[in-house]
């Protein structure tokens, strides 16, 4: 099998099912997006800060492959068996916040992303997360998805959220508090 097929030459690609559609359709962006997200988890992955961490992020990286096979698939020709997001992945990460949370100072207030070059990573992977949660609901808007798929990614950008401020603590790293600047 080879990887190009000249398929795509002309601006359209296929959806699970078969159906053809332009490059730039809001489906493509969703899934496209989802598949940034988790090319972002892969670099948190080679920078974890433990064991556990990089299995935390491995498990969330199958369940936005698993996401992006719905995204992917005609809603109304896809008849492909593919897996199913549950309610059980969104307590997982649930659990990971509130495990993090226990070891961490209360927020007192909010930080410049930054500090060390894996926090950074971490505040980049929230906000493609944020984005991708954003394409995905408007998505929604045009054609019903499963809304635990819209709750998985809203909580796995509070996951990323707390995890940058797990790895900077683990690090060391230098926490700057945002100071309005009011003239």
Excluded at 24 to 47: C, H, M, P
Excluded at 75 to 104: A, R, S, V, Y
Aim: glycine letters at 8%; aromatic letters at 8%; hydrophobic letters at 40%.
């Amino acid at each position: 099998m080879k990887v190009y097929t000249r398929k795509g030459d002309e601006g359209k690609t296929g959806l699970i099912g078969g159906t053809r559609v332009p490059k730039f359709a809001l489906r493509i962006d969703a899934y496209g997006t989802v598949d940034e997200l988790n090319s972002y988890l892969g670099l948190l992955r080679d920078k974890a800060v433990d064991e556990s961490a990089k299995l935390m992020i491995i498990t969330i990286q199958d369940r936005l492959f698993t996401i992006g096979s719905w995204l992917a698939s005609d809603p109304e020709k896809g008849k492909m068996q593919l897996p199913e997001i549950l309610k059980e992945d969104i307590t997982l990460l649930e659990e990971e916040i509130d495990k993090m949370d226990e070891e961490l100072e209360p927020m007192r207030f909010f930080v410049l992303p930054g500090g060390h070059e894996t926090v950074s990573f971490c505040h980049i992977t929230r906000c493609v997360c944020r984005r991708a949660e954003r394409l995905v609901t408007e998505l929604n808007e045009e054609s019903k998805l499963n809304p635990l798929i819209m709750a998985y990614l809203n909580r796995l950008s509070d996951y990323l959220f707390v995890y940058g401020r797990f790895v900077s603590a683990k690090l060391g790293a230098e926490e700057i508090p945002w100071k309005p600047k009011m003239n």
